[in-house]
């Protein structure tokens, strides 16, 4: 995230020398601001890998996201961002891959993981609450929920005309994410709107496509 801040004050110098001071201010503030973060560290760091389970349990390390998240968002603003929408997490225990990990012979849905994003999502939004109050803090931040909307589509989405709702388009479906969905290397499904999921981490074109009417 600090990275994400460093690309930011770059583009503000670039822009600065094409359009000036002033207008850069003004594009700046009229702009929206999109964040998504804290799934990966849950989904992957967390529950994955041996180097944050031992030291925290989920409680303390929603809050220690949490920093984070605060942290991000005032400085952001400090940047002059005025308005920014927030995407809570997704019920992670439902993504194909967090299945095959966690969800035993049957690959259901594994309920720590989505313990763990209801829990995030609920003290997301009691910051996202406590920062607009704030009068010292000069940005709205809007919180975008796609927990109940995905969890939908993951366990219901035959009501919505798809007939996978487990496994990704991409090889096994199982496990494969990102580049290992390189066609090159890597069949991909012929009926891809039939499934929610891309590969075993994304959701496919249409199954976005119902996200964001949803946001909207």
Not at 6 to 29: K, N, P, Q
Not at 136 to 161: C, K, N, P, Q, S
Not at 184 to 209: I, L, N, W
Request: charge should be negative.
């Amino acid at each position: 995230m600090d990275q994400e801040l460093e690309f930011f004050d770059e583009y503000r110098r670039r822009l600065v020398g094409i359009v000036g001071e002033a207008e850069t201010r003004r594009i700046i503030a009229g702009a929206f601001f999109f964040v998504v973060t804290g799934t990966d560290d849950f989904a992957n760091t967390y529950f994955m890998t041996p180097y944050r389970a031992g030291d925290y349990d989920i409680p303390a390390y929603v809050d220690l996201l949490l920093v984070g998240a605060e942290a991000f968002l005032r400085n952001t603003s400090a940047r002059g961002a005025r308005k920014m929408g927030f995407t809570g997490m997704p019920p992670i225990g439902c993504v194909p891959s967090q299945r095959t990990i966690g969800g035993g012979p049957r690959r259901r849905c594994e309920a720590r993981r989505n313990y763990a994003a209801l829990m995030y999502n609920k003290a997301l939004q009691q910051l996202i609450d406590r920062l607009n109050a704030d009068p010292t803090f000069h940005t709205l931040v809007v919180y975008f929920d796609i927990y109940d909307i995905i969890e939908e589509l993951a366990v219901h989405g035959d009501r919505w005309g798809f007939t996978e709702l487990t496994h990704g388009c991409c090889g096994s479906g199982l496990i494969e994410v990102t580049m290992l969905c390189d066609t090159r290397y890597m069949g991909v499904c012929d009926d891809v709107d039939k499934h929610v999921f891309f590969d075993s981490y994304h959701p496919t074109q249409r199954a976005y496509e119902i996200i964001v009417d949803h946001i909207f």
